[in-house]
């Protein structure tokens, strides 16, 4: 079935670049989601790309694409303590298709 | 707009208790979902609905019923609570946009304890 997978934890120094991986199997994937979870708090979208694309940029944030080996990573400039948060990285076919997430990956970040 | 709301935020049962969380979002989405989130686990869906009347089954349904009665409404009845059910569970809107993007809301989360 379809699987998203990502490594659990990331530490990184403030002001160091962050770079969240995740891979998928699902080659049907219309759209891919980056979506951020801070503590106690609902999950909110941070960005998605199209599969027919292989970059996108959005201010600190830049997603990477690789359709070919399913592998979509998510790159936090500058990271900031207010960054620590739990990433979650989905994948879709669009429309209201279902989402299927990744188990999260978080992110601590330290002076 | 008060985007998605989730009531109780907090809830203890008993093993075989029943109970409904409720969920309202004002925003007028077609789409509603459930979701579950347990630990080293990415958010499962349980149960969603594409408008209201109409209502599907997700990844894990078994225990859990729900109804659209609204487009804001989508409450999750827990029929016989088991431990199994302690979760956290999100209930999530959408909209499918621009070139079909799917953009979902979540709400803050009930976090549930079933002894």
């Known amino acids: 079935g379809e699987d998203v997978e990502q490594s659990l934890f990331l530490s990184v120094r403030e002001g160091d670049s962050s770079v969240i991986n995740c891979t998928y199997t699902?080659?049907?994937?219309?759209?891919l989601y980056w979506y951020k979870q801070e503590p106690g708090a609902g999950l909110q979208l941070l960005t998605y790309?199209?599969?027919?694309?292989d970059m996108k940029q959005d201010q600190r944030l830049t997603v990477l694409l690789n359709k070919k080996d399913k592998h979509l990573s998510l790159r936090i400039a500058d990271t900031q303590t207010g960054d620590s948060a739990i990433y979650f990285c989905?994948?879709?076919?669009?429309?209201?298709?279902?989402?299927?997430f990744g188990a999260g990956t978080r992110l601590a970040v330290h002076p | 707009n008060a985007g998605v709301t989730q009531t109780p935020k907090f809830q203890v049962l008993k093993t075989g208790q029943s109970m409904t969380l409720q969920c309202a979002q004002d925003m007028n989405h077609e789409y509603m979902s459930w979701y579950r989130q347990d630990p080293g686990m990415g958010l499962r869906l349980i149960h969603y609905s594409v408008g209201a009347g109409i209502t599907d089954q997700g990844e894990v349904p078994n225990g859990y019923n729900v109804s659209r009665s609204t487009t804001e409404d989508f409450p999750l009845r827990l029929l016989s609570a088991a431990p199994s059910q302690t979760s956290v569970y999100f209930c999530?809107?959408?909209?499918?946009?621009?070139?079909?993007?799917?953009?979902?809301?979540f709400g803050p989360g009930t976090r549930l304890l079933v002894l």
């Open positions: 699902d080659s049907s994937s219309t759209y």
């Open positions: 790309i199209f599969s027919n694309m």
């Open positions: 999530a809107s959408s909209y499918s946009g621009l070139a079909g993007v799917e953009t979902q809301y």
């Open positions: 989905a994948e879709g076919s669009g429309g209201y298709n279902k989402l299927i």
